[in-house]
């Protein structure tokens, strides 16, 4: 608090002279985080300045949810605004006279079409974090079985994988506890995981699914074979919106919200996230979610 307070001595000077009550916000240091709030007031006896009182409030949690909020609202404009600057510059284009050209109002229309379906998946997806935010999920009566859901979502992402030469694998061990969670968002959960190891991972890699009991914890690995995350990134890669490669992944669609998606489902029922990884090498992607007492699969 050493700059702080001094800063504040420097302030009663000024109040001093001034013999006027103050609010001012001080930081420790230029770079340490923590911000305070200084009111001070005057002890006057007879009209004479014999003191005055200084009290300090630690604002430091409220500016940084502040902060986050006002970058909130300005990635959510901002990834709204690409596709909808695509789509209205593909439908004017058409509408000032390419339309006569089949070929190119068919191309024109397509990337319409996905520029939609991105705008559409973004709201999806800002809908579902709204839902969970702040929610405790209460335990449920009869939880999901990873392993079912596992190979469901296997199945379903399977074309996916195909197309772009991704081999899948599941290792699940025939008894195991289910988890406390419904089907849909362990599915949702798990979708989001594959579907980033088939996406982040080139031409003859592989994705496996492997699961657990350890501790009355159901735990959960995808691990990949893919490019990698670089170090300075893995802690962020959970925060919405973030992408190690901006680029890359709008390219294939993706808004930067699956992994807060999966963070938040997974919190929400008690459990924990994690991710390791090593660029070039692959990634694995973990989480726990608290098991059901009774074992079965
Ligand atoms: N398995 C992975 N391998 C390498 N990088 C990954 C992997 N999973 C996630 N990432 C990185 O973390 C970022 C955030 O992932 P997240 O799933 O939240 O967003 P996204 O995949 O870009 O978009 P969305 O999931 O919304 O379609 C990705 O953009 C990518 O840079
Ligand atoms: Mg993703």
């Given at each position: 608090m050493g700059h702080a307070v001094l800063l504040s001595l420097v302030t009663i000077g000024i109040y001093v002279v001034l013999r006027?009550?103050?609010?001012?916000?001080?930081?420790?240091?230029?770079?340490?985080?923590?911000?305070?709030?200084?009111?001070?007031a005057p002890i006057l006896d007879m009209e004479r300045v014999v003191g005055a009182v200084l009290v300090l409030r630690d604002v430091t949690e409220l500016r940084r949810l502040e902060q986050m909020r006002t970058e909130f609202v300005a990635n959510v404009s901002h990834e709204l605004?690409?596709?909808?600057?695509?789509?209205k510059g593909f439908a004017e284009t058409l509408l000032e006279g390419a339309l006569d050209d089949k070929e190119i109002t068919r191309r024109f229309l397509g990337i319409i079409n996905l520029e939609t379906n991105r705008l559409q998946r973004l709201i999806d997806d800002l809908l579902s974090l709204a839902r969970l935010e702040g929610k405790?999920?209460?335990?449920?009566?009869?939880?999901?079985?990873?392993?079912?859901?596992?190979?469901?979502?296997?199945?379903?992402?399977?074309?996916?994988?195909e197309e772009r030469g991704v081999e899948l694998h599941a290792h699940m061990p025939e008894r195991l506890p289910r988890a406390r969670i419904s089907e849909d968002l362990l599915g949702q959960v798990l979708i989001n995981l594959v579907e980033n190891g088939?996406?982040?991972?080139?031409?003859?890699?592989?994705?496996?699914?492997?699961?657990?009991e350890h501790e009355g914890l159901?735990?959960?690995?995808?691990?990949?074979?893919?490019?990698?995350?670089?170090?300075?990134?893995?802690?962020?890669?959970?925060?919405?919106?973030?992408?190690?490669?901006?680029?890359?992944?709008?390219?294939m669609g993706g808004t930067g919200l699956g992994l807060a998606i999966v963070k938040h489902i997974v919190e929400a029922h008690g459990g924990t996230v994690g991710a390791e990884s090593r660029v070039g090498r692959g990634s694995t992607f973990t989480f726990t979610l608290p098991s059901e007492p009774a074992g079965e699969t």
């Open positions: 006027e009550a103050l609010a001012i916000t001080l930081r420790q240091t230029p770079t340490a985080p923590q911000t305070f709030i200084v009111h001070m605004r690409t596709p909808l600057t695509s789509i405790r999920v209460e335990p449920l009566a009869s939880g999901a079985s990873v392993s079912v859901v596992g190979k469901k979502v296997m199945t379903l992402l399977a074309p996916l994988a088939i996406k982040y991972t080139p031409k003859g890699g592989r994705v496996e699914m492997r699961a657990q159901v735990q959960v690995a995808v691990a990949d074979t893919g490019i990698g995350i670089p170090a300075e990134s893995i802690s962020r890669v959970f925060e919405r919106f973030y992408r190690v490669e901006k680029a890359r992944s709008r390219h």
